[in-house]
């Protein structure tokens, strides 16, 4: 019987099957890999409005505008820039003690009359230095974010949250907040 079964299948034959079988396997769980879209466009219905945080009532550090979106960002363009402005509302001058973001895809630096303090990132990766930068009552800065979208590969595609967090010696921290739809 072995003779017979050999002459219906042939050894070459049978690593020809079974490397087509393991191509097969393989390249479903490649396409199965793969990140799909963050959101799908359903004709005729419209997406959910994203709600916005609650404005933060009677700060001293007061931001012109603590949310911004990016939009579509491609990641092979490269890097994205946007820049809060900050102001010390308050009598009385206030300290930003540190500034920092909540991924290593972003990074954050304090610009102030005419000086620019070092781009800051996320906390535990690497060392995280104080700024201690004073600002006098009515003084204005400039927080200028910089968002890299290659920064996590292609496990990267789709929305994205981030934040960049200021500490002050006077209040609770500030927190600026941005989105953005990754593309490759």
């Known amino acids: 019987m072995s003779a017979?079964?050999?002459?219906?299948?042939?050894a070459a034959?049978?690593?020809?099957?079974?490397?087509?079988?393991v191509a097969l396997v393989l390249g479903g769980l490649v396409v199965a890999a793969r990140p799909g879209p963050a959101t799908k466009a359903v004709p005729g219905v419209e997406a959910a409005?994203?709600?916005?945080?609650a404005p933060q009532v009677s700060r001293i550090l007061a931001a012109k505008e603590s949310n911004f979106d990016f939009?579509?960002?491609s990641m092979a363009a490269g890097k994205v820039t946007h820049r809060y402005w900050i102001k010390n509302t308050g009598g009385s001058p206030i300290t930003i003690r540190k500034l920092y973001t909540s991924c290593m895809c972003t990074t954050a630096a304090l610009v102030k009359a005419n000086r620019k303090y070092?781009?800051?990132g996320m906390p535990?990766?690497?060392?995280?230095p104080t700024i201690n930068a004073s600002m006098a009552p009515n003084e204005a800065a400039m927080v200028e974010v910089v968002f890299d979208p290659a920064a996590h590969g292609p496990a990267g595609i789709g929305r994205i949250d981030r934040f960049v967090t200021l500490q002050t010696d006077r209040e609770p921290p500030l927190e600026l907040a941005f989105t953005a739809l990754v593309t490759p």
């Open 4 to 10: 017979t079964l050999e002459s219906r299948f042939p």
């Open 13 to 21: 034959r049978k690593v020809a099957v079974g490397a087509v079988v």
């Open 49 to 53: 409005p994203r709600i916005e945080a």
């Open 71 to 73: 939009g579509t960002v």
């Open 118 to 120: 070092d781009p800051y």
């Open 124 to 128: 535990g990766h690497g060392f995280m």
